[in-house]
């Protein structure tokens, strides 16, 4: 074999290599896309249910139900084809990584079917339609299968906005699966990362339901079906939709006048862009040790054994394996710092020798009142970083500037406002 040919064999080889990693991430996507898609639902269904349990006919449970049920013959499909595709090369890769699938979805199914349970449960088909599913999946026996859909009385009316919305996680997905490509990797999600995003999902959807709570009429309900239909519509083609948000200015509480009357909220935000915290300014390193030690004490507390079995506590590792901890502990540190400004010292100008001053006098603090505000504000914790989440994932759409100084301004003055209500506000009525 001359040089010519030697090259080319060693082309055609490293062509065919590239192309085997391109599949082989196609492959993880799917798996994982899927499974993040369905267990987003069976959370939602989850929450929907609590919603509901005195009133477990409610169309908008057997809504939930059927968008379960819509999710699993959805799924079947994407099998069926995967299985087809790849029943000669890489059908190992397959097995393999719905096998690791298999174990979270297994999971999340006994977490979630087996709490409680509906008190019509013997006219909802979903825990059987999903353990079926469970058991196809795991022997490899999936097909085109067609689950039937419960029987309700809402009839589903064209709306150009759903349609807008489903097109545009068509071509969000077209994205990702070109990006994957091009790509030749995937950066496949851990059990805790599927269902940390699905948490989020379940608080998401309490928080919808708790914002078109209707009088008991027909034609609210109506509308609460639609508006609850309408939002939901794009979680079965894909989790990275930044366009389901609206603004952070829903979580506006009734004590925001009087803040606003006080202008606290501006000198609040003045006072974060003198830190540097918007344009990430070298100021900011003047707070490392404090925070670095803040969060360390953070850490060691979330890990110890005695506290796991605190709601706040666990919040608080959601946040870390989200990466948002050490960002909810800056602001925490933050505010102290700026009620020391505002409350204690009365500046009235922000002054060049005030960073040392504050940093000397306050070393920051980190007591149980931490996780408790963090955990009363989980909806909106939950929202802010599924939407930082989305933006960075998501590339080259139109909105993608959406996420905009003004919305991180709202949201730190939301965060604010908890803390404030934690620590003082109890003082000073």
Not at 190 to 195: A, G
Not at 238 to 246: D, E, L, V, Y
């Amino acid at each position: 074999m001359n040089k010519i040919e030697t090259q080319q064999s060693y082309n055609q080889t490293q062509i065919y290599k590239q192309q085997q990693q391109q599949e082989e991430a196609l492959i993880e996507y799917y798996v994982y896309q899927d499974l993040q898609n369905l267990i987003n639902l069976l959370y939602s269904r989850k929450a929907i249910h609590e919603y509901f349990q005195d009133d477990p006919t409610n169309p908008l449970v057997i809504l939930s139900n059927n968008k379960v049920i819509l999710q699993l013959n959805l799924s079947s499909g994407i099998h069926t084809d995967l299985q087809y595709q790849y029943k000669n090369e890489l059908k190992n890769k397959l097995k393999n990584e719905k096998s690791i699938a298999l174990q979270t979805l297994k999971y999340v199914a006994q977490e979630l079917m087996n709490q409680g349970g509906t008190q019509n449960q013997h006219q909802d088909p979903t825990k059987d339609y999903l353990n079926q599913f469970i058991q196809n999946y795991e022997d490899d026996k999936l097909h085109l299968n067609q689950f039937q859909l419960q029987s309700t009385n809402y009839v589903p009316q064209f709306n150009e906005q759903v349609l807008s919305k489903i097109i545009s996680s068509i071509q969000v997905v077209d994205h990702q699966t070109n990006q994957v490509r091009q790509n030749g990797s995937y950066q496949k999600p851990t059990q805790q990362q599927l269902l940390d995003r699905a948490y989020v999902y379940f608080h998401m959807t309490k928080q919808k339901l708790n914002q078109i709570n209707p009088q008991n009429n027909q034609t609210q309900l109506n509308n609460k079906q639609e508006t609850y239909f309408q939002g939901q519509q794009d979680n079965i083609v894909n989790i990275a939709n930044p366009q389901q948000f609206t603004t952070s200015n829903a979580y506006q509480t009734q004590d925001q006048t009087t803040f606003k009357n006080n202008n606290e909220q501006q000198k609040l935000i003045s006072f974060f862009q003198f830190l540097g915290y918007f344009n990430q300014t070298g100021i900011q390193q003047v707070f490392d040790r404090e925070i670095t030690s803040l969060y360390n004490w953070v850490i060691q507390t979330i890990n110890d054994p005695k506290n796991q079995n605190y709601y706040e506590i666990q919040f608080a590792k959601f946040l870390e394996s989200n990466r948002q901890l050490r960002h909810q502990i800056i602001l925490h540190y933050y505010f102290q710092l700026f009620v020391d400004y505002y409350y204690t010292r009365s500046y009235q100008e922000l002054q060049t020798n005030l960073i040392s001053d504050l940093v000397s006098n306050n070393k920051g603090t980190i007591d149980k009142g931490f996780y408790s505000y963090q955990y009363n504000q989980k909806d909106l914790i939950e929202k802010f970083i599924l939407k930082i989440t989305q933006m960075n994932q998501t590339q080259n759409i139109p909105n993608k500037e959406v996420f905009t100084n003004q919305e991180i301004q709202d949201y730190i003055w939301q965060m604010y406002q908890s803390y404030w209500q934690q620590y003082y506000k109890p003082q000073k009525n």
